[in-house]
Nanobody, 125 residues
Framework: QVQLVESGGGLVQAGGSPRPFCAAS????????MGWFRQAPGKEREFVAA???????YLADSVKGRFTISRDNAKNMVYLQMNMLKHEDTAVYYC???????????????????WGQGTQVTVSS
């Protein structure tokens, strides 16, 4: 069982660079694949980024060149560095952990087993 707690969101100006992070419980964090998803008002949850246990990274096309994902296994943390924020990045951002093998890029909810409660990121003018 893994518990995930996100933080680091908030109100950010367009063009800003927040870094939401996710703290995970559990002694086998290094073996999990980790991901970030987001859900904007009135929209379905969508994939943002993922990092495998071997630190391979995957990014949605909408955030490539602006966001990066990283992990610190010593601290049981995963980070989402967000740069050049746009208004369309406004959403609740969810951290997720996966025990599954990823044979494809893990862009769907079913590739992940545990979810955090989310952190709101609101981009202002």
């Amino acid at each position: 069982q893994v518990q995930l707690v996100e933080s680091g969101g908030g109100l950010v100006q367009a063009g800003g660079s927040p870094r939401p992070f996710c703290a995970a419980s559990g002694r086998t964090f290094s073996s999990y694949g980790m991901g970030w998803f987001r859900q904007a008002p009135g929209k379905e949850r969508e994939f943002v980024a993922a990092i495998s246990w071997s630190r391979a990274t995957y990014l949605a096309d909408s955030v490539k060149g602006r966001f990066t994902i990283s992990r610190d296994n010593a601290k049981n943390m995963v980070y989402l560095q967000m740069n050049m924020l746009k208004h369309e990045d406004t959403a609740v951002y969810y951290c997720a952990a996966s025990e599954k093998e990823w044979y494809q890029v893990p862009t769907t909810d079913d590739k992940f087993d545990y979810w955090g409660q989310g952190t709101q990121v609101t981009v202002s003018s």
